[in-house]
């Protein structure tokens, strides 16, 4: 029965960071359309790509950083594609998708979770990005974040990363 009551409680407190940080992304979009030449289908392919070097950012800048393990979801809680898993562990970070959770209360003790929003096109050279993490089921220690992305030389890079209080 206890075990029940903390994946309530982490489930609980992940929804409200996520949508926290999933839904402040929209007071930043442009107030004129972008001209875009970029199709559905391509930015879906290059969303895998932001979402990894996100993830990845959240993991590598986690004050937490002796964490040996991660647990990552999409904004929707879906599990991140095989592409963004594979390009986690090829940078070093031990993640499991969220579907992957035990369910023994004992493990989530040591484990932070990772979260990316949605993502907000700007122009097809620059983006605004939410992403969270949470500590472990037992602790209220989670921080949201705004990432401000940029295409240079055809690779996206964070440009800056700020808190949300």
């Known amino acids: 029965m206890n075990h029940w009551i903390i994946r309530i409680v982490v489930a609980i407190s992940t929804l409200a960071i996520g949508t926290t940080a999933t839904l402040l992304p929209t007071t930043f979009r442009s107030a004129t359309p972008s001209k875009s030449s970029a199709t559905p289908v391509s930015r879906l392919a290059e969303e895998k790509t932001i979402a990894g070097i996100v993830l990845l950012h959240l993991a590598q800048s986690d004050p937490a950083v002796e964490k040996s393990n991660y647990y ?50 700007l122009s097809n050279e620059e983006i605004i990005v939410a992403g969270s993490v949470k500590d472990g089921c037992c602790h209220y220690d989670a ?5 401000h ?4 030389a055809g690779d996206w890079r964070i440009t800056s990363a700020e808190t949300i209080t």
């Open 72 to 121: 990552v979801s999409s904004y929707n809680y879906a599990d991140p594609s095989g592409e963004v898993m594979s390009y986690l562990t090829g940078n070093g970070v031990h993640a499991e998708p969220l579907s992957q959770l035990p369910y023994d209360s004992m493990s989530y003790r040591e484990v932070s979770f990772l979260r990316v929003g949605t993502i907000t096109w």
């Open 143 to 147: 921080r949201a974040y705004l990432f």
């Open 149 to 152: 992305l940029v295409r240079e």
